[in-house]
């Protein structure tokens, strides 16, 4: 069975870091690419970042380029995102996925508040 | 980036009627390996986001076959056969020919 779970969320001040993990089970990690996308409160799906199976593809929405960083580990199954720089409009639930988005993980609540 | 507009954004549906939800994109989907990458979620209350359909009509495991996908290049639409109770949520399409992945703005389904 495919898990994807996702850790590393909290309440964060403005201008603070957080990074998220994402650890991945019931599949080949690094036969895939994988995603983080994210959800603000009531609002719709919104892709932040994207990985290829070898790190060798790597691509980030204009709203995070230069603030968040998306990395892999194969040997540890295991996804992360590392932001920087966090904003109020960067509060969001967020979401790992797998491959074509047929899988995705429960979620991690960002909160940036002071 | 490639823009997904879903038509419409919400809907109210009596039971065992039927539901369509329009998706177009403002490039083809149709990728050169012949594939067209057109996915559609439904988001329950609650929960991430469900895959029913990928590559345009191809149902994911266990979901019902009242639930059908169709299109080609930029047109695709979602459609529900008889609405069921538990069919409410937000239903999103979503590209994937990018590696940046765009989604419609979501169709929001309740029942009457």
Redesign the interface.
Known sequence: EVQLVESGGGLVQPGRSLRLSCVASGFTFDDYAMHWVRQAPGKGLEWVSGISWSSGRIGYADSVKGRFTISRDNAKNSLYLQMNSLRAEDTALYYCAKGLGDYWGQGTLVTVSS | DIVMTQTPLSLSVTPGQPASISCKSSQSLLHSDGKT?L?W?L?KPGQ????LI?EVSKR?SGVPDRFSGSGSGTDFTLKISRVEAEDVG?Y?C?Q?IQ????????TKVEIK
């Open positions: 990458y996915y979620y988001q991430p986001p469900q895959l990928y994911s937000v999103y979503m994937s590696f940046l992945w765009t989604f419609g703005q979501g």
